[in-house]
């Protein structure tokens, strides 16, 4: 194990990072409409958000990933590997979090909503300014949960032609016969790199001012 | 309430998502595949880097044989190569889906793959044999692997050729298939099976590699076989799938491809211009 196959591997890490950072973003602002339509009364809503969302979290990342790479150039839209990596992450993490959030949002107390409407706000400021934060702020450490997944997940965009972590570390495994220290190391990245989201939560958590509503 | 502020952003979302499609669109205008590619200045090259010595990653670095080769062809037609590196069992149907232009592989010439997809003249022999841990008493021919565990790579054309083998045996095989040979490699040397089937230019080189661990079985038990890069079979690919194959042939007779065999084999391969009659 030299010093040129462990910078190799954190090479590698900044995919992954990269990847699973840009996808839990996108999928948590999908994840805010999707929540928004799931909660609403009106099948033309709702029913297209819990659609998605089963599908979403009923089929395999792997199989998602697959169909979103091979299934879609079919109908003309063919992706590069890294386009096709992300719209699977993000819109397998955007149904987690949209469940995720449904619950915070279900959980912000009625009396909250009326005394802001009652103060003038409009039904727009009402959802963005007291719904979202406090949904947010109930749903945090779940949401941090999520990001962990991800970032664990994302050693499935090999499929697609992705050189992140896991694939790296295989390659190398391969091709130096050192299985056990390059494996080893990978997963020691994996884990510093969760520790700091974990921490970073942690921190955001107290900043956010804790879990009450 | 705030469902209009959802159907706003989905709209919007909507916009976006035709816009990004709309792009990659407009690049198939041009006339055909070679053209396209011409015009692009880069050719794109799907391959699985688990097959040495033709695709490898050597400590970080993709090499092998594909490498050399593609990067002659891209000098010779003033294009940039583009790899994308794909598990063995995703290249075809990503061909298949249009994320490259050409597989390297290589690939097994068979009747089957011919039947839905081009491919080039051979660049090397891909007869298949066995490979054992070094030392290993109990094969010292082909046969011997009966009612054994054997590994091999999944979908490969290899594999097809062990199941086949085994059939003639008196005992079947224990068939196990691996997502990559590496991993067959690696189960090999920690003795979950007995042996490794696959073609002999790469468990020769793996032994090689991993000098003192391995060991060929010789003689090769599969049919007489060769490798090639494969293409599409469409009106669209046929210039494209034209010129690589004119290009074996033309690193053939001038010697650039007996190079690059001498490099990652060690050896030479007599290799015929064309397989018309594939035997398997």
């Keep these: ?213 | 309430m705030l469902k209009r502020y959802f159907l706003k952003a989905a709209l919007g979302a909507a916009l976006f998502a035709g816009a990004a499609i709309s792009a990659p669109m407009a690049a198939h205008a041009a006339d055909d595949a070679l053209a396209r590619i011409k015009a692009a200045g880069v050719m794109k090259v799907g391959t699985e880097t688990a097959f040495a010595p033709f695709d490898f990653i050597d400590a970080g670095d993709h090499v092998g044989l594909n490498v050399d080769f593609f990067a002659e062809l891209g000098k010779d037609l003033g294009v940039k190569i583009e790899w994308v590196a794909l598990p063995w069992d995703g290249v075809f149907p990503a061909l298949e889906a249009g994320k490259f232009d050409f597989v390297a592989g290589p690939a097994t010439i068979t009747k089957a793959r011919l039947e839905r997809f081009k491919m080039t003249a051979p660049i090397a022999e891909a007869t298949v044999a066995i490979l054992k841990k070094a030392g290993d008493k109990t094969i010292t021919k082909p046969e011997d692997i009966a009612g054994k565990a054997v590994g091999s790579g999944k979908a490969t054309a290899q594999f097809a050729q062990l199941q086949e083998y085994s059939k003639t045996l008196p005992k079947p095989v224990e068939a196990r298939e691996y997502v990559s040979f590496n991993d067959a490699y690696a189960d090999l040397a920690a003795g979950r099976i007995v042996a490794v089937a696959n073609s002999l230019p790469n468990i020769a080189y793996v032994a090689k590699q991993r000098n003192g661990a391995f060991e060929v079985v010789t003689p090769a038990f599969g049919k007489k076989s060769y490798f090639g890069f494969i293409g599409k079979k469409d009106e669209d690919s046929k210039t494209l799938v034209d010129y690589v194959n004119s290009e074996v042939i033309k690193m053939k007779k001038d010697g650039r491809l007996g190079k690059m065999q001498e490099k990652w084999f060690g050896t030479t391969f007599d290799t015929p211009d064309e397989v018309k009659e594939p035997a398997f």
């Design chain 1, 1 to 213: 194990m030299t010093l040129k196959l462990f910078t190799l591997l954190l090479q590698a890490a900044i995919a992954t990072v990269g990847i699973s950072l840009v996808s839990i973003a996108i999928g948590f602002a999908i994840a805010i409409l999707l929540s928004a339509a799931a909660l609403s009364r009106k099948p033309i809503y709702f029913l297209p958000a819990r659609l998605f969302i089963s599908f979403f979290r009923g089929v395999p990342l792997l199989v998602q990933l697959l169909l979103i790479y091979t299934l879609l150039p079919v109908i003309g839209i063919n992706v590069p590997s890294i386009v096709a990596a992300i719209v699977g992450l993000s819109l397998c993490t955007a149904a987690y979090q949209a469940e995720n959030l449904r619950g915070g949002f279900e959980s912000v107390p009625i009396g909250l909503i009326e005394a802001a409407e009652v103060t003038g706000l409009n039904p727009r400021q009402t959802f963005f300014r007291i719904r979202v934060p406090i949904a947010m702020r109930l749903t945090f450490p779940a949401l941090v949960n999520e990001a962990i997944m991800i970032l664990k997940s994302s050693s499935l965009v090999s499929v697609v032609g992705i050189i992140e972590l896991t694939k790296m570390a295989q390659d190398l495994a391969s091709s130096t016969y050192l299985p056990i220290p390059i494996f080893a190391s990978a997963a020691l990245i994996y884990l510093v790199i969760n520790s700091v989201v974990s921490l970073v939560g942690r921190f955001a958590e107290r900043s956010l001012g804790g879990a009450s509503a």
